[in-house]
Structure formats: C-alpha cells, structure tokens
C-alpha cells in the first residue's frame, strides 16, 4: 500500500509579490503616494518570503521623486495661480 503526500510549491508568495511590485509601480506614477505605500508593502513582502526588494526600493525612489516634482510644480506654478 502507497500513500499520497501533498508536495507544496516552495515559492507560493513570489507571484503575489511581483504583481504588488507592478501595481505599485502604476501607482507611484499615477498617484504617487499610494505607489509609495504600495511599494513599501511590496518590500515588506519581499523581504519576509526571503526574495529581494530592490524593485519595490526603486518603486519607493520613483514615487518620492515625482511626488516632490509636483510639490514644487504647485508651489511654484499652481499656488500663484489660485492666488490671483
């Protein structure tokens, strides 16, 4: 008599990971401070299933980068505007 044992994929989070990644990189141009959450969730995620999180890093580096590009656009730009 043989028995059957359940075998489990030893990745299981990795897909899950790469897709939070990738949404968050959508975000972080989009709406950058959701990317910016988004990609540190991402990173968090990364790290705990033993992966690395220099794509969610750079995710977080690109949503910082364009949200500061657009606090000085408004500072500099929208602010004046709205003031006139």
């Known amino acids: 008599m ?7 994929p030893t990745n ?5 990971v790469t897709t939070l ?14 990317g910016l959450i988004l990609g540190s969730i ?3 995620r990364a790290r705990a299933a033993g992966g690395s999180d220099r794509f969610a890093n750079g995710v977080m580096f ?3 980068v364009i949200m500061i590009g657009e606090l000085i656009f408004l500072a500099g ?8």
């Open 21 to 34: 990644g990738i949404v968050s990189l959508v975000f972080a141009i989009l709406l950058p401070l959701i």
């Open 62 to 64: 690109l949503a910082a």
């Open 12 to 16: 299981t989070g990795s897909a899950g």
């Open 77 to 84: 730009w929208g602010l004046p505007q709205l003031l006139n």
């Open 42 to 44: 991402a990173g968090i």
């Open 2 to 8: 043989t028995t059957a044992t359940a075998t489990r």
